[in-house]
């Protein structure tokens, strides 16, 4: 079963402060592939927007990988990206269009981006907490500590 973690940050502070993401692709608990980056930093940038972009980095990834199977289980522990990308959270009762709450609006490009890399597969998509996720969680602080945001 393949599996992707993704987290992203945003400090020192959130809004405003300097996003970054990170994500690990594994198989079996082998790691196929992992990343993490600074996305920039100032206004727009959002922990949300980390975690968003660090999905959409790793689903960008299993494509480059060509892997075969279409079955895959997403982990993150941002309960915002999990239900909207999850059809739980903004979505209208049938599930067809998102209507965004008025502060999440900016979202939806990313949400839309998102589901576009998912089409072609069967996926699941689950909440965890910060400690099933630290591997991800890790690997967003990374950089930011590298250029030295956070200690």
Not at 96 to 111: E, F, G, N, R
Request: charged content about 25%; overall charge positive; hydrophobic content about 40%.
């Amino acid at each position: 079963m393949v599996k992707i973690y993704f987290d992203g940050a945003c400090e020192p502070f959130n809004p405003g402060g300097t996003a970054s993401y990170g994500w690990i692709i594994k198989e079996n608990d082998k790691i196929l592939a992992q990343d993490g980056k600074i996305i920039g930093q100032g206004k727009g940038m959002t922990n949300n927007v980390g975690e968003y972009t660090g999905l959409i980095k790793a689903l960008e990834a299993l494509e480059r990988l060509n892997i075969k199977t279409k079955k895959i289980e997403i982990f993150g522990d941002s309960s915002l990206v999990c239900n909207m990308v999850g059809k739980i959270w903004g979505w209208n009762k049938k599930k067809t269009k998102w209507v965004p709450h008025k502060s999440a609006s900016h979202l939806k490009p990313l949400l839309d981006r998102v589901l576009e890399l998912l089409a072609s597969y069967d996926f699941e998509i689950k909440w965890v907490p910060r400690e099933e996720n630290y591997e991800a969680d890790e690997l967003s602080k990374q950089p930011l500590i590298a250029s030295g945001i956070i200690m």
